[in-house]
T-cell receptor, first 116, second 116 residues
Framework: AQKVTQAQTEISVVEKEDVTLDCVYE???????LFWYKQPPSGELVFLIRRNSFDEQNEISGRYSWNFQKSTSSFNFTITASQVVDSAVYFCALSAFTGTASKLTFGTGTRLQVTL | EAGVVQSPRYKIIEKKQPVAFWCNPISGHNTLYWYRQNLGQGPELLIR????????DSQLPKDRFSAERLKGVDSTLKIQPAELGDSAVYLCASSFADSLGGSPLHFGNGTRLTVT
């Protein structure tokens, strides 16, 4: 069984603050992928990043950075100098290959509210 | 590149009525998914197609839900009869075929269904 936990239901920050969204996952499989998606008020989930289980290298893309740590089963997402346009619900997801098929499981999401 | 197209955007029906949702995936994407997203939750998979074949429909309530992807391109999801608990956002997504589950999903805007 696989599971994704996003313990933070809602976070509110003031613009220009840094914010970290936590994601903890569970899987028994050795081959898996982790994803982050953004869901703005328009409703469409937008793919942000993918990491595979064999690549623990952290990644930075502009104001976004991701910290993948297998030792703690975490894949946290940091937004530096947050902006109002970052307001959205962010989902962490896990896709694990079970030997016959893969299955994608989403967390419950973290709602980020950035205010002026 | 055109994204995943879904229609209608909103649908309000009375319980026990039938309803259908349509999805046209990104050109070239073999895999098509239907997800259901309840308020405050992450998306949950209903069915996944590889071309015309439904390869995972274990979460589809088959007594009232049906889906088809006859030509391996666009797809229709139907509910008959609808129940109050079916109120949710129905999301369609597509991706390239990837047995290990590493291909990011591209989502449509979803259909918000309200059953009264």
């Amino acid at each position: 069984a696989q599971k994704v936990t996003q313990a933070q239901t809602e976070i509110s920050v003031v613009e220009k603050e840094d914010v970290t969204l936590d994601c903890v996952y569970e899987t028994r499989d050795t081959t898996y992928y982790l994803f982050w998606y953004k869901q703005p008020p328009s409703g469409e989930l937008v793919f942000l990043i993918r990491r595979n289980s064999f690549d623990e290298q952290n990644e930075i893309s502009g104001r976004y950075s991701w910290n993948f740590q297998k030792s703690t089963s975490s894949f946290n997402f940091t937004i530096t100098a947050s902006q109002v346009v970052d307001s959205a619900v962010y989902f962490c997801a896990l896709s694990a290959f079970t030997g016959t098929a893969s299955k994608l499981t989403f967390g419950t999401g973290t709602r980020l509210q950035v205010t002026l | 590149e055109a994204g995943v197209v879904q229609s209608p955007r909103y649908k309000i029906i009375e319980k026990k009525q039938p309803v259908a949702f349509w999805c046209n995936p990104i050109s070239g994407h073999n895999t098509l998914y239907w997800y259901r997203q309840n308020l405050g939750q992450g998306p949950e998979l209903l069915i996944r197609y590889e071309n015309e074949e439904a390869v995972d429909d274990s979460q589809l309530p088959k007594d009232r839900f049906s889906a088809e992807r006859l030509k391996g391109v666009d797809s229709t999801l139907k509910i008959q009869p609808a129940e109050l608990g079916d109120s949710a956002v129905y999301l369609c997504a597509s991706s390239f075929a990837d047995s290990l589950g590493g291909s990011p999903l591209h989502f449509g805007n979803g259909t918000r269904l309200t059953v009264t």
